[in-house]
């Protein structure tokens, strides 16, 4: 395993996460005596970032994740998320700060290396979105003072949502990690893109987080299964995604993928799942890819790619070809 530096924290990553969310399901609805020994061979193999979140199964991939760490004694760096779920103003500190200590209760733990807030990030406030302001203010505020009180070390967000109100709160600098949507299907967080590109352009995101210092972990790196190049999920894996930051469905993004399959055919990779690892890898403001697993598996297979480095140079240059057939 190799690992990286998470933006200026001060702290390397496994260069492949553990995603403990909704997609795989592994941690939600796998059997408990499944979830510790995949945890425990995840950490065999060198992982030792787990990453969770209070909406994964109601709190149940939190519960799970810290009952089985308790069980092995694990020594890894874990990270969880929170939404906001109030726009009063004087009241989303204490929004924040309730969550985040609901989520340690549930994880068994006194502090959690990394905390970030899920919802999506827009100009104005509405429903589910925070805006900048929000995020920069109270919310950041509260992270503080969990910090300050000994129950966070680092913070971040999940970088979706409106690209100009994301690149405000990246470009301020106050943030440590974001999660990054970057994929074959949508590579806009990492890669110059169309302007008749018809799918979310976040603007090479991760160019500006690393010249932040913020790490960036990617997330949806198979697009919720659609770059698997299988037609049928496994059975603990959810049975039906919404895509986050891609195509309008889940079958237009498998129709997508089935661009890349000269990465496999011509010998660039195995199979599109590793093309897809390596894809993100090659990318270096990248400090992990996590990806959600649903058996023992996938998760040794993701080691595996990952261990055979970037995809070469002539595969990476004819990606835009590609990327150029994605319009309306």
């Not at 994880?107 to 290396?113: A, C, G, K, L, N």
């Not at 979310?200 to 010249?211: K, L, M, V, W």
Request: aromatic share 6%.
């Amino acid at each position: 395993m190799d690992y990286r530096p998470l933006g200026s924290a001060g702290i390397s990553v496994s260069e492949i996460g553990f995603g403990c969310g909704n997609v795989g399901g592994l941690m939600i609805r796998g059997e408990h005596r499944d979830q510790v020994n995949a945890v425990a061979r995840a950490m065999e193999l060198g992982i030792n970032y787990f990453d969770t979140a209070s909406s994964y199964g109601d709190g149940q991939s939190e519960t799970n994740l810290g009952r089985v760490l308790n069980e092995l004694s694990a020594d890894v760096y874990v990270g969880t998320k929170f939404r906001v779920t109030t726009h009063e103003p004087g009241r989303i500190r204490g929004n924040v700060i309730a969550a985040v200590e609901e989520s340690l209760t549930r994880m068994q733990r006194e502090q959690v290396d990394l905390i970030q807030m899920h919802n999506h990030v827009a100009s104005v406030a509405d429903g589910g979105s925070v805006s900048p302001e929000e995020t920069l203010g109270e919310v950041v505020d509260a992270l503080r003072d969990l910090r300050d009180q000994g129950k966070v070390r680092f913070w971040g967000m999940t970088a979706v949502g409106e690209t100009a109100a994301l690149h405000r709160v990246i470009d301020s600098g106050t943030l440590n990690t974001i999660q990054s949507v970057y994929n074959l299907v949508n590579p806009s967080a990492g890669a110059s893109v169309p302007a008749t590109f018809d799918m979310p352009d976040y603007g090479n995101q991760i160019e500006r987080a690393s010249a932040n210092g913020m790490g960036v972990l990617v997330i949806r790196v198979l697009a919720a299964g659609a770059l698997s190049g299988e037609p049928t999920r496994h059975p603990v894996a959810v049975p039906t995604v919404a895509p986050i930051g891609s195509g309008r469905d889940y079958d237009q993004d498998q129709s997508r993928a089935e661009g890349f399959r000269f990465l496999q055919q011509e010998g660039h990779a195995g199979s599109l799942v590793e093309a897809s690892l390596r894809f993100a890898l090659t990318n270096p403001g990248v400090s992990s890819v996590l990806v959600g697993y649903s058996s023992l598996e996938h998760l040794e297979q993701s080691v595996e790619f990952a261990a055979r480095g970037p995809l070469p140079a002539d595969a990476m240059a004819r990606l835009p070809e590609v990327w150029a057939g994605f319009t309306g």
